[in-house]
Protein backbone atom coordinates (compact mmCIF):
# COMPACT_ATOMS: atom_id res chain seq x y z
CA UNK A 1 0.00 0.00 0.00
CA UNK A 2 1.33 3.44 -0.75
CA UNK A 3 2.13 5.50 1.74
CA UNK A 4 -0.17 8.20 0.49
CA UNK A 5 -3.26 6.11 0.44
CA UNK A 6 -5.30 5.06 4.01
CA UNK A 7 -8.50 2.90 4.16
CA UNK A 8 -9.99 6.04 6.06
CA UNK A 9 -9.13 9.98 5.63
CA UNK A 10 -10.92 12.52 8.36
CA UNK A 11 -10.66 15.67 7.09
CA UNK A 12 -10.80 17.92 10.30
CA UNK A 13 -9.15 17.37 13.38
CA UNK A 14 -11.20 19.21 15.74
CA UNK A 15 -13.81 17.75 18.50
CA UNK A 16 -15.81 15.50 15.85
CA UNK A 17 -12.84 14.42 13.60
CA UNK A 18 -10.55 13.26 16.61
CA UNK A 19 -13.39 11.43 18.06
CA UNK A 20 -14.18 9.62 15.05
CA UNK A 21 -10.53 8.58 14.49
CA UNK A 22 -10.11 7.42 17.80
CA UNK A 23 -13.30 5.38 17.66
CA UNK A 24 -12.68 3.84 14.61
CA UNK A 25 -9.30 2.71 15.28
CA UNK A 26 -10.52 1.11 18.81
CA UNK A 27 -13.81 -0.37 16.97
CA UNK A 28 -11.07 -2.27 14.13
CA UNK A 29 -8.10 -1.58 14.59
CA UNK A 30 -7.24 -3.01 11.04
CA UNK A 31 -8.22 0.30 9.21
CA UNK A 32 -5.21 2.61 9.00
CA UNK A 33 -6.76 6.35 9.75
CA UNK A 34 -5.70 9.51 8.61
CA UNK A 35 -6.59 13.04 9.72
CA UNK A 36 -5.88 16.04 7.62
CA UNK A 37 -6.16 19.26 9.23
CA UNK A 38 -5.41 22.88 7.84
CA UNK A 39 -3.82 23.89 10.97
CA UNK A 40 0.03 23.08 12.27
CA UNK A 41 -1.72 22.44 15.56
CA UNK A 42 -5.14 20.85 15.32
CA UNK A 43 -7.36 21.71 18.06
CA UNK A 44 -7.82 25.20 18.02
CA UNK A 45 -11.23 26.11 18.92
CA UNK A 46 -11.37 23.13 21.73
CA UNK A 47 -9.22 25.53 23.32
CA UNK A 48 -10.96 28.41 23.59
CA UNK A 49 -14.27 26.50 23.95
CA UNK A 50 -16.47 26.86 27.28
CA UNK A 51 -14.20 30.27 27.87
CA UNK A 52 -10.77 27.78 27.77
CA UNK A 53 -12.20 25.38 29.90
CA UNK A 54 -14.15 23.18 27.41
CA UNK A 55 -17.91 22.83 28.49
CA UNK A 56 -17.52 19.00 27.46
CA UNK A 57 -20.80 17.77 27.12
CA UNK A 58 -24.22 18.00 29.66
CA UNK A 59 -25.56 16.34 32.41
CA UNK A 60 -28.87 15.78 30.26
CA UNK A 61 -29.20 15.94 27.08
CA UNK A 62 -32.32 15.64 24.22
CA UNK A 63 -33.11 16.34 20.93
CA UNK A 64 -34.88 19.39 22.35
CA UNK A 65 -31.72 21.13 22.76
CA UNK A 66 -31.03 21.40 19.57
CA UNK A 67 -31.95 23.33 16.58
CA UNK A 68 -31.61 22.64 12.51
CA UNK A 69 -32.66 19.54 10.93
CA UNK A 70 -35.53 17.07 11.94
CA UNK A 71 -35.58 16.16 15.91
CA UNK A 72 -35.86 12.13 14.87
CA UNK A 73 -32.77 12.35 13.20
CA UNK A 74 -31.09 14.35 16.03
CA UNK A 75 -32.42 12.05 18.53
CA UNK A 76 -31.07 8.67 16.42
CA UNK A 77 -27.96 10.10 16.45
CA UNK A 78 -27.74 11.24 20.55
CA UNK A 79 -28.37 7.33 21.30
CA UNK A 80 -25.33 6.63 19.36
CA UNK A 81 -23.19 7.61 22.56
CA UNK A 82 -25.51 9.06 25.13
CA UNK A 83 -23.68 12.26 27.36
CA UNK A 84 -23.26 9.55 30.30
CA UNK A 85 -21.03 7.22 27.97
CA UNK A 86 -19.31 10.41 26.79
CA UNK A 87 -18.47 11.10 30.86
CA UNK A 88 -17.49 7.62 31.52
CA UNK A 89 -15.52 8.02 27.95
CA UNK A 90 -13.29 11.30 29.20
CA UNK A 91 -12.88 9.41 32.31
CA UNK A 92 -11.58 6.47 30.85
CA UNK A 93 -8.50 8.79 29.19
CA UNK A 94 -7.99 10.71 32.76
CA UNK A 95 -10.41 13.70 32.24
CA UNK A 96 -13.09 13.45 35.45
CA UNK A 97 -15.91 15.91 34.76
CA UNK A 98 -17.82 17.73 37.61
CA UNK A 99 -21.55 19.30 36.89
CA UNK A 100 -21.97 23.13 37.25
CA UNK A 101 -24.76 25.30 36.95
CA UNK A 102 -27.49 23.78 34.11
CA UNK A 103 -25.98 21.18 33.83
CA UNK A 104 -22.55 22.08 32.17
CA UNK A 105 -20.16 19.24 32.20
CA UNK A 106 -16.35 20.64 32.76
CA UNK A 107 -13.19 18.99 33.22
CA UNK A 108 -12.25 18.67 36.99
CA UNK A 109 -8.83 20.79 36.07
CA UNK A 110 -11.21 23.57 34.44
CA UNK A 111 -8.56 23.57 31.82
CA UNK A 112 -9.06 23.13 27.75
CA UNK A 113 -5.69 22.13 27.26
CA UNK A 114 -6.60 18.63 29.02
CA UNK A 115 -8.94 18.08 27.29
CA UNK A 116 -7.26 18.50 23.96
CA UNK A 117 -4.42 16.43 25.22
CA UNK A 118 -6.40 13.42 26.23
CA UNK A 119 -7.99 13.16 22.80
CA UNK A 120 -4.32 14.13 21.49
CA UNK A 121 -2.67 10.95 23.11
CA UNK A 122 -5.65 8.79 23.05
CA UNK A 123 -5.06 9.08 19.17
CA UNK A 124 -1.61 8.36 19.16
CA UNK A 125 -2.03 5.58 21.18
CA UNK A 126 -4.83 3.87 18.90
CA UNK A 127 -2.74 4.10 15.79
CA UNK A 128 -4.36 6.70 13.76
CA UNK A 129 -2.11 9.34 11.88
CA UNK A 130 -2.59 12.96 12.13
CA UNK A 131 -1.17 15.25 9.46
CA UNK A 132 -1.00 18.78 10.50
CA UNK A 133 -0.81 21.67 8.20
CA UNK A 134 -2.13 19.63 5.03
CA UNK A 135 -5.30 21.38 4.09
CA UNK A 136 -8.02 19.75 1.86
CA UNK A 137 -9.16 21.64 -1.05
CA UNK A 138 -11.03 19.34 -3.00
CA UNK A 139 -12.21 15.70 -2.48
CA UNK A 140 -12.81 13.74 -5.71
CA UNK A 141 -14.57 10.18 -5.94
CA UNK A 142 -12.73 7.84 -7.97
CA UNK A 143 -14.42 4.71 -8.60
CA UNK A 144 -14.41 2.80 -5.33
CA UNK A 145 -11.97 5.56 -3.94
CA UNK A 146 -11.49 9.17 -3.31
CA UNK A 147 -8.69 11.55 -3.96
CA UNK A 148 -8.22 14.59 -1.75
CA UNK A 149 -6.18 17.17 -3.17
CA UNK A 150 -3.97 19.31 -0.30
CA UNK A 151 -1.18 21.87 -0.99
CA UNK A 152 1.05 18.86 -0.40
CA UNK A 153 -0.38 16.40 -3.15
CA UNK A 154 -2.78 14.40 -3.56
CA UNK A 155 -3.81 11.29 -1.02
CA UNK A 156 -5.74 8.51 -1.69
CA UNK A 157 -8.58 7.12 0.41
CA UNK A 158 -11.13 4.34 0.34
CA UNK A 159 -13.67 6.28 2.68
CA UNK A 160 -13.79 9.80 3.53
CA UNK A 161 -15.09 12.10 6.36
CA UNK A 162 -16.11 14.98 6.78
CA UNK A 163 -15.19 16.99 10.09
CA UNK A 164 -14.09 20.16 9.23
CA UNK A 165 -16.72 22.19 11.44
CA UNK A 166 -19.11 25.00 10.05
CA UNK A 167 -17.57 28.76 9.94
CA UNK A 168 -17.47 29.60 13.77
CA UNK A 169 -14.30 30.91 15.11
CA UNK A 170 -12.75 30.13 10.91
CA UNK A 171 -9.30 31.30 12.50
CA UNK A 172 -9.81 28.26 14.22
CA UNK A 173 -10.02 26.71 10.65
CA UNK A 174 -13.88 26.56 10.28
CA UNK A 175 -13.75 28.70 7.72
CA UNK A 176 -16.86 27.10 5.65
CA UNK A 177 -14.52 25.06 3.11
CA UNK A 178 -15.57 21.74 4.25
CA UNK A 179 -19.09 22.89 3.32
CA UNK A 180 -18.17 23.79 -0.12
CA UNK A 181 -16.03 20.34 -0.35
CA UNK A 182 -20.12 18.85 0.66
CA UNK A 183 -21.90 20.83 -2.18
CA UNK A 184 -19.68 19.55 -4.99
CA UNK A 185 -20.10 15.90 -3.39
CA UNK A 186 -23.88 16.32 -4.14
CA UNK A 187 -24.92 17.69 -0.78
CA UNK A 188 -27.44 20.26 -0.68
CA UNK A 189 -25.99 22.78 2.07
CA UNK A 190 -28.87 24.98 4.40
CA UNK A 191 -27.82 28.68 4.47
CA UNK A 192 -25.59 29.30 7.50
CA UNK A 193 -25.73 32.18 10.16
CA UNK A 194 -23.91 32.22 13.08
CA UNK A 195 -25.16 30.80 16.08
CA UNK A 196 -24.33 31.38 20.14
CA UNK A 197 -23.02 34.87 19.40
CA UNK A 198 -23.40 37.94 21.01
CA UNK A 199 -25.32 40.97 19.90
CA UNK A 200 -24.99 44.19 19.03
CA UNK A 201 -27.00 46.98 19.83
CA UNK A 202 -28.18 50.36 18.11
CA UNK A 203 -25.50 53.13 19.63
CA UNK A 204 -28.89 55.33 20.71
CA UNK A 205 -29.72 52.33 23.13
CA UNK A 206 -30.40 53.15 26.61
CA UNK A 207 -27.74 51.17 27.79
CA UNK A 208 -24.62 51.95 26.38
CA UNK A 209 -20.96 51.96 27.82
CA UNK A 210 -22.31 53.30 31.56
CA UNK A 211 -23.79 49.72 32.05
CA UNK A 212 -20.94 47.95 30.27
CA UNK A 213 -19.81 44.64 32.51
CA UNK A 214 -22.69 44.46 34.47
CA UNK A 215 -24.55 41.11 34.54
CA UNK A 216 -27.80 40.26 35.72
CA UNK A 217 -30.72 37.67 35.35
CA UNK A 218 -33.28 39.07 32.67
CA UNK A 219 -36.15 37.24 30.37
CA UNK A 220 -36.23 37.90 26.35
CA UNK A 221 -39.08 37.48 24.16
CA UNK A 222 -38.11 37.35 20.44
CA UNK A 223 -40.60 39.14 18.19
CA UNK A 224 -41.15 37.60 14.81
CA UNK A 225 -43.69 38.91 12.62
CA UNK A 226 -45.43 40.59 15.23
CA UNK A 227 -45.83 37.38 17.26
CA UNK A 228 -43.15 36.24 20.61
CA UNK A 229 -42.33 33.05 19.02
CA UNK A 230 -39.72 32.55 22.08
CA UNK A 231 -38.65 33.48 25.59
CA UNK A 232 -35.78 33.03 26.54
CA UNK A 233 -34.72 33.09 30.42
CA UNK A 234 -31.09 33.58 32.21
CA UNK A 235 -27.60 35.68 32.66
CA UNK A 236 -27.02 38.96 30.16
CA UNK A 237 -23.42 40.52 30.00
CA UNK A 238 -23.84 44.57 29.07
CA UNK A 239 -20.77 45.27 26.66
CA UNK A 240 -19.36 47.81 25.07
CA UNK A 241 -20.92 46.75 21.49
CA UNK A 242 -23.96 45.55 23.02
CA UNK A 243 -24.98 42.28 24.81
CA UNK A 244 -23.33 38.70 25.85
CA UNK A 245 -23.81 36.29 28.20
CA UNK A 246 -25.56 32.57 28.25
CA UNK A 247 -29.21 34.02 27.05
CA UNK A 248 -28.20 36.39 24.58
CA UNK A 249 -25.90 33.69 22.96
CA UNK A 250 -29.09 31.48 22.72
CA UNK A 251 -30.67 33.79 21.08
CA UNK A 252 -28.57 34.92 18.26
CA UNK A 253 -29.59 31.92 16.24
CA UNK A 254 -33.41 32.89 16.13
CA UNK A 255 -33.21 36.69 16.01
CA UNK A 256 -30.35 35.70 12.67
CA UNK A 257 -32.34 33.05 11.03
CA UNK A 258 -35.48 35.39 10.85
CA UNK A 259 -33.27 37.94 9.40
CA UNK A 260 -32.02 35.53 6.71
CA UNK A 261 -35.89 34.35 5.92
CA UNK A 262 -36.35 38.53 5.80
CA UNK A 263 -38.97 38.22 8.63
CA UNK A 264 -40.04 40.79 10.89
CA UNK A 265 -37.85 40.17 14.12
CA UNK A 266 -37.08 42.34 17.71
CA UNK A 267 -36.14 41.33 20.78
CA UNK A 268 -37.51 42.78 24.14
CA UNK A 269 -35.84 42.58 27.35
CA UNK A 270 -37.49 41.61 30.64
CA UNK A 271 -35.51 43.05 33.58
CA UNK A 272 -37.00 41.57 36.45
CA UNK A 273 -37.87 38.20 35.01
CA UNK A 274 -41.22 36.88 37.06
CA UNK A 275 -42.43 39.26 37.54
CA UNK A 276 -45.97 40.61 35.76
CA UNK A 277 -47.17 44.35 35.55
CA UNK A 278 -49.05 44.22 38.41
CA UNK A 279 -45.94 43.15 40.53
CA UNK A 280 -44.00 45.72 39.52
CA UNK A 281 -46.79 48.43 40.00
CA UNK A 282 -48.23 47.21 43.33
CA UNK A 283 -44.77 47.12 44.83
CA UNK A 284 -44.12 50.62 43.97
CA UNK A 285 -47.12 51.96 45.06
CA UNK A 286 -46.11 50.29 48.49
CA UNK A 287 -42.83 51.58 48.33
CA UNK A 288 -44.04 54.70 48.26
CA UNK A 289 -46.66 54.25 50.57
CA UNK A 290 -44.03 53.25 53.10
CA UNK A 291 -41.21 55.37 52.09
CA UNK A 292 -42.60 58.24 50.47
CA UNK A 293 -39.51 60.02 50.80
CA UNK A 294 -37.42 57.56 48.38
CA UNK A 295 -35.83 58.81 45.80
CA UNK A 296 -37.10 57.13 42.48
CA UNK A 297 -33.71 55.96 41.24
CA UNK A 298 -33.22 54.37 45.14
CA UNK A 299 -36.54 52.30 44.50
CA UNK A 300 -35.61 51.57 41.01
CA UNK A 301 -31.99 50.47 41.79
CA UNK A 302 -33.74 47.91 44.62
CA UNK A 303 -35.24 46.04 41.29
CA UNK A 304 -31.78 46.42 38.86
CA UNK A 305 -28.51 47.16 39.38
CA UNK A 306 -27.74 50.54 40.43
CA UNK A 307 -26.40 51.91 36.47
CA UNK A 308 -28.98 50.18 34.46
CA UNK A 309 -31.63 51.81 36.72
CA UNK A 310 -30.04 55.36 36.01
CA UNK A 311 -30.05 54.27 32.27
CA UNK A 312 -33.53 53.27 32.39
CA UNK A 313 -34.65 56.28 33.67
CA UNK A 314 -33.23 58.83 31.46
CA UNK A 315 -34.51 57.55 28.65
CA UNK A 316 -37.70 57.18 30.07
CA UNK A 317 -37.20 61.27 30.62
CA UNK A 318 -37.85 60.76 34.20
CA UNK A 319 -35.94 62.36 37.06
CA UNK A 320 -33.78 60.44 39.39
CA UNK A 321 -34.22 62.73 42.24
CA UNK A 322 -37.96 62.67 41.96
CA UNK A 323 -39.65 61.12 45.32
CA UNK A 324 -41.45 57.77 44.91
CA UNK A 325 -44.57 59.31 46.52
CA UNK A 326 -44.94 62.30 43.86
CA UNK A 327 -44.12 59.76 40.81
CA UNK A 328 -47.60 60.11 38.68
CA UNK A 329 -49.52 57.04 38.35
CA UNK A 330 -49.23 57.63 35.07
CA UNK A 331 -45.41 57.45 34.94
CA UNK A 332 -45.46 54.63 37.52
CA UNK A 333 -47.23 52.44 35.05
CA UNK A 334 -45.37 53.43 32.24
CA UNK A 335 -42.03 52.83 34.34
CA UNK A 336 -43.32 49.29 35.30
CA UNK A 337 -44.42 48.74 31.67
CA UNK A 338 -40.97 49.22 30.11
CA UNK A 339 -39.19 47.30 32.76
CA UNK A 340 -41.08 44.17 31.64
CA UNK A 341 -40.75 44.78 27.62
CA UNK A 342 -37.75 46.64 26.79
CA UNK A 343 -36.94 47.37 23.33
CA UNK A 344 -33.71 45.97 22.93
CA UNK A 345 -32.55 47.47 19.74
CA UNK A 346 -30.77 44.50 18.48
CA UNK A 347 -28.82 45.36 15.05
CA UNK A 348 -27.13 42.19 13.80
CA UNK A 349 -24.54 39.73 16.03
CA UNK A 350 -20.33 40.12 16.00
CA UNK A 351 -20.53 37.42 13.05
CA UNK A 352 -18.73 34.16 12.66
CA UNK A 353 -15.05 35.12 14.46
CA UNK A 354 -17.29 35.61 17.81
CA UNK A 355 -19.84 32.84 16.99
CA UNK A 356 -19.29 29.57 19.00
CA UNK A 357 -21.51 27.64 16.59
CA UNK A 358 -23.03 27.53 13.04
CA UNK A 359 -26.54 27.36 12.46
CA UNK A 360 -27.47 25.46 8.79
CA UNK A 361 -24.94 23.09 7.16
CA UNK A 362 -25.83 19.72 5.29
CA UNK A 363 -28.91 18.89 5.44
CA UNK A 364 -29.80 16.38 7.31
CA UNK A 365 -32.39 14.38 5.63
CA UNK A 366 -29.21 13.50 3.23
CA UNK A 367 -27.51 11.69 5.98
CA UNK A 368 -28.13 7.96 7.56
CA UNK A 369 -29.00 8.85 11.29
CA UNK A 370 -27.85 5.82 12.12
CA UNK A 371 -24.72 5.38 10.45
CA UNK A 372 -23.83 9.26 9.61
CA UNK A 373 -23.45 7.66 5.76
CA UNK A 374 -24.00 10.31 2.57
CA UNK A 375 -27.30 9.51 0.77
CA UNK A 376 -25.68 11.15 -1.96
CA UNK A 377 -21.88 9.78 -1.97
CA UNK A 378 -21.05 6.49 -1.63
CA UNK A 379 -18.06 6.25 0.78
CA UNK A 380 -18.49 9.28 2.37
CA UNK A 381 -19.82 10.18 6.01
CA UNK A 382 -20.18 13.52 7.92
CA UNK A 383 -20.30 14.38 11.50
CA UNK A 384 -20.03 17.45 13.56
CA UNK A 385 -20.92 21.05 13.23
CA UNK A 386 -20.78 21.06 9.49
CA UNK A 387 -24.29 19.02 10.23
CA UNK A 388 -27.89 21.22 9.99
CA UNK A 389 -27.75 20.78 13.58
CA UNK A 390 -26.72 23.43 16.02
CA UNK A 391 -27.21 23.71 20.17
CA UNK A 392 -27.85 25.56 22.76
CA UNK A 393 -25.20 26.78 25.05
CA UNK A 394 -24.17 24.61 27.63
CA UNK A 395 -21.88 21.29 26.07
CA UNK A 396 -24.34 20.45 23.41
CA UNK A 397 -22.70 21.10 20.36
CA UNK A 398 -19.50 19.08 22.09
CA UNK A 399 -22.20 16.41 22.60
CA UNK A 400 -23.30 16.40 19.15
CA UNK A 401 -19.55 16.24 17.94
CA UNK A 402 -18.98 12.87 20.20
CA UNK A 403 -22.34 11.20 19.43
CA UNK A 404 -22.08 11.94 15.47
CA UNK A 405 -18.12 10.69 15.56
CA UNK A 406 -19.53 7.57 17.34
CA UNK A 407 -22.42 6.53 15.38
CA UNK A 408 -19.89 6.98 12.18
CA UNK A 409 -17.00 5.14 13.66
CA UNK A 410 -19.48 2.18 14.34
CA UNK A 411 -20.21 2.24 10.65
CA UNK A 412 -16.93 2.15 9.33
CA UNK A 413 -15.40 -0.21 11.50
CA UNK A 414 -17.88 -2.79 10.16
CA UNK A 415 -17.96 -1.45 6.58
CA UNK A 416 -16.68 -4.53 4.22
CA UNK A 417 -15.57 -3.14 0.66
Request: aromatic share 4%; charged share 20%; net charge positive.
Amino acid sequence: MRSSHCRVAIVGAGAAGLATAIFIRRLNPSLSVTLLDGAARPGAKILVSGGSRCNVTNASVSERDFRGGRSTIVRRVLRAFPAAETVEWFDSMGVGLHEEAHGKLFPDTNRSRDVLDALLRELHASGAVLSPGTRVTDVVPNGEAFTLHTAQGQREADLVVLATGGQSLPKTGSDGAGLAIARQLGHTIVPTTPALAPLMLDPRSAFGARVRGVAQDVELSIWIDDAIALRLSGALLWTHFGVSGPVVLDASRHWLRAELESRTVRVTINLLPGDTFDDVDTRLTRLAASRPRTLLQTAVAELLPSSVASAALQHLQLEETTLLAQLTRVDRRRLARALLEWPLGVTGSRGYNYAEATAGGVALEEIDPATMASRRCKGLHLVGEMLDVDGRIGGFNFQWAWSSARAAARDIAGTKR
